[in-house]
C-alpha cells in the first residue's frame, strides 16, 4: 500500500457510504465440499469506474466486474477483492490504520476475523469448534441491521487539518414583526 493519508481517509469514507464486506459457506456441488467465500466489494453506478480504476490501482489488488441494467436499474461497476492474501495484505491493513466510522464498523470487525482466523478456503478442514465458531460470525455479518441512532467515531487523534473551516454554522434567532 503506497498512498497518502488522504486518499486512504477519502476511500475509508466512500467505504463507509457504498461498501461491503461479504462472507457465506458454497456447498460444491461436485464433491459436496463446504467451501469459505470471503471477499470486500465497493459497488457504484458504471459511469463511476474511472473512480473505481483510481482506487484499484492506489490499492494495487481487485478487480472491476460492469453489470448490465438487468440486475439494476442503471449499470453498475463493483471493484471486488477475493484472494485471500490480498485481504489479508491491503484490505485488513487498509481499514486498520484508516477505521471506518459508521456502523459498518461493526460489518468489519466481524468480516475481519472470519478474513484472518479462517485462512483456509475449505470449511471441511475445519473442527466442530471451529465450524460452529465460523457459523456464527457469518450469521451475525449477514444479519440485517435495523435502523439505528449512534454517535460516530471521531479519531481526534487523526485529524491533522489545522485550518479554520470555510462556513461555519451560526444559529439564527427567529423574530416575528407584527
Known amino acids: 500500500m ?3 493519508d488522504s486518499f486512504g ?26 467451501c469459505l467465500v470471503a471477499y470486500f466489494s465497493l ?7 474511472p473512480m473505481l480504476e483510481v482506487i ?17 436499474k442503471w449499470p453498475q461497476a463493483d471493484y471486488r477483492v477475493n484472494h485471500r ?4 495484505r ?12 459508521s456502523k459498518k464498523a461493526r460489518d468489519y470487525e466481524v468480516w475481519r476475523e472470519i478474513i484472518l482466523k ?16 465460523l457459523n456464527w460470525l457469518i450469521k451475525s455479518l449477514q444479519q440485517v441491521r435495523g435502523y439505528e441512532f449512534i454517535e ?13 473551516p470555510l462556513f461555519v454554522h451560526q444559529p439564527q434567532q427567529m423574530t416575528i414583526d407584527m
Open 90 to 101: 491491503t484490505i485488513v491493513p487498509h481499514f486498520d490504520m484508516y477505521p471506518l466510522r
Open 9 to 34: 481517509h477519502w476511500f475509508t469514507g466512500l467505504v463507509d457510504g457504498e461498501g461491503c464486506f461479504h462472507a457465506r459457506i458454497h456447498i460444491r456441488k461436485d464433491d459436496h465440499v463446504r
Open 2 to 4: 503506497i498512498y497518502d
Open 118 to 133: 479462517y485462512k483456509c478456503r475449505r470449511a471441511n478442514s475445519l473442527t466442530d469448534v471451529q465450524w460452529s465458531k
Open 56 to 72: 484499484r490501482d492506489a490499492l494495487g489488488v481487485g478487480h472491476i466486474y460492469k453489470h448490465n441494467e438487468k440486475l439494476s
Open 85 to 88: 492474501n490480498d485481504l489479508r
Open 43 to 49: 459497488k457504484l453506478r458504471a459511469d463511476d469506474t
Open 152 to 164: 460516530p467515531v471521531i479519531a481526534r487523534e487523526r485529524v491533522r487539518n489545522t485550518q479554520s
